[in-house]
């Protein structure tokens, strides 16, 4: 309970972050489309290509509560959905395996700082998160009850609606169905895993159409765009997404220090990402989980039936992003963001690696390696909690000094820490306040600014502006002559006033401007 407590605090006190007012405004607009039998509000400016279910479904909620509150409220929706995958993954681990790897898994995925930090928040990449762990599971429930017409029916209705939720938010989600799609097949028909009776070949594609029914129905209801053509718009518009000349998002990308436009980071690039931003204790139980599969690996095999098959699935779960990026590049920024769905499996191996130290605290060097391993997660504990509550910019010691990674990753990228910033900043209201910005969401600026310092303030060119309120995002760099990137805090020269920091990181910072 404690836990839950802890998140409901940290989604209550993050400020508002970049996309949340337009996800809430794409929830309106869909709503007022069906309950006016067709009406559309022609404001919105970036409708094409969502299909909201979910956005609608929190836009609803949060109008229960006075307006003032539906941010926070937001927050809560997000953060439930979130802990929801959280239990997606110990169940999922407890079908796959058993119960004490299923226990693990849920606890490293809890306290995963990318995982943790975006809960409340980002209602994109962690509803995809939580409808594919969910997916995987009750496809699972399903083969194992496919004779079973009651509750096979239940199982395809269920992740006919998710798969649509999470497609409706981004087309892309039914690639990263693929590497499920191809191995259970393997398992029906070939390894017979996880069904005992005879498989209804028949039955299976009479389901299959009838998951597809739900998939499709529910996708087009909430999909304003495509209803002047419901069967080719949507086609198009997949086709469209996996096109680089119909993304739009942020230009420029950190890795690692090394500046690349989002349209062409390197196909490491995740790896890159999870070496650098996962708990040292995570980072260890991969590498014993391999030297564990070298020496032991038939603990695994007694352990839990058609272990290699299982494994392989979970591997290619982790790989597959990283193929897709070597095949064909898809832009990418924000760190692992538009992958979060990977995270919930990352967990898994250092599931199946501590689960094996456990059953093995008789052998001295087990012993010696478990207590390593602990004090390796209390040293995590201690910098997941001093970064409250903006766990998504964690960064592990293998980066640089900590005043300095600011220049290895962008951190607060969503900007969330703009709330804290513009509460601690102290201007004199008796004089005019010139800002520009860098970095950031300059609607969810003013909302802030106003708030605390009503009309006295104006956003002007910088050329004109007294002070600048940033976050550490990529940005092109203003000398004459050079075409290359840089970042919000090395682009601008002056004297900081306001900071907020965290493990000596500054996050977002209000500058004076030389």
């Known amino acids: 309970m404690a836990l839950i407590f802890y998140s409901i605090y940290c989604a209550i006190s993050i400020g508002r972050t970049w996309d949340e007012g337009f996800h809430l405004n794409q929830g309106r607009v869909i709503l007022n489309y069906l309950l006016s039998f067709g009406k559309i509000d022609e404001q919105i400016l970036y409708r094409e290509n969502y299909s909201t279910l979910y956005w609608s479904f929190s836009y609803l909620i949060t109008k229960i509560f006075p307006a003032q509150y539906s941010i926070q409220v937001s927050h809560l929706i997000n953060l439930s959905f979130s802990l ?5 993954i110990g169940k999922l681990c407890k079908e796959l395996f058993n119960k004490d790897v299923g226990k693990i898994a849920l606890l490293i995925l809890l306290f995963y700082p990318l995982f943790f930090g975006h809960m409340a928040f980002n209602s994109k990449d962690t509803i995809l998160a939580f409808s594919h762990v969910w997916i995987f599971y009750y496809v699972l429930k399903y083969l194992k009850n496919q004779n ?4 096979s029916f239940k199982y395809l209705i269920i992740v006919g609606l998710l798969s649509s939720l999470a497609t409706g938010i981004q087309m892309v989600f039914l690639g990263s169905l693929l590497p499920i799609l ?3 097949p393997l398992e029906i028909f070939i390894f017979k895993i996880f069904i005992s009776n005879k498989f209804n070949s028949k039955k299976f594609l009479i389901d299959l159409g009838k998951c597809f029914i739900v998939f499709y129905s529910s996708l087009i209801f909430f999909w304003i765009d495509a209803y002047p053509n419901i069967f080719l718009l949507p086609i198009n518009a ?3 997404t996996f096109s680089s000349e119909y993304w739009t998002g942020w230009s420029y990308n950190l890795v690692n220090g090394n500046y690349y436009n989002s349209d062409n980071v390197p196909f490491t690039y995740l790896l890159i990402n999870f070496i650098f931003k996962s708990p040292e204790y995570l980072l260890l139980l991969y590498a014993l989980f391999i030297i564990i599969l070298f020496s032991k690996f038939n603990f695994y095999i007694k352990k839990f039936k058609n272990f290699k098959i299982k494994l392989l699935l979970i591997v290619s779960l982790l790989i597959f992003p990283n193929l897709i990026l070597f095949v064909n590049p898809y832009p990418l920024y924000d760190g692992v963001r538009l992958f ?6 990352i967990t898994i191996i250092p599931a199946l690696t501590f689960f094996y130290l456990i059953k093995n605290t008789n052998l001295l060097l087990i012993k010696s390696t478990l207590s390593f391993v602990s004090i390796l997660i209390i040293f995590f504990f201690y910098n997941f909690f001093i970064i409250t509550p903006y766990h998504y910019t964690y960064l592990n010691v293998f980066n640089s000094k900590k005043e300095l990674r600011y220049q290895k990753f962008e951190n607060d990228y969503w900007g969330a820490s703009i ?5 601690k900043s102290n201007f004199d209201k008796n004089k005019p306040i010139l800002i520009t910005t860098c970095g950031l969401n300059t609607h969810v600026l003013k909302q802030y600014m106003k708030n605390k310092y009503k009309n006295k303030f104006s956003i002007v060119p910088e050329n004109k502006a007294e002070f600048i309120i940033m976050t550490n995002r990529t940005v092109k760099n203003n000398k004459p002559n050079l075409n290359r990137i840089t970042n919000c805090f090395d682009k601008y020269g002056g004297s900081d006033v306001f900071t907020v920091k965290r493990n000596k990181l500054i996050l ?4 004076k401007l030389n």
């Open 148 to 151: 079973s017409s009651q509750k």
């Open 182 to 184: 191809i191995f259970l």
């Open 419 to 423: 709330k804290e910033l513009v509460k």
């Open 238 to 240: 997949l086709i469209e």
């Open 84 to 88: 929801l995958t959280v239990i997606g």
């Open 340 to 345: 979060l769905w990977i995270i919930p499996y």
């Open 508 to 511: 977002s910072t209000i500058r």
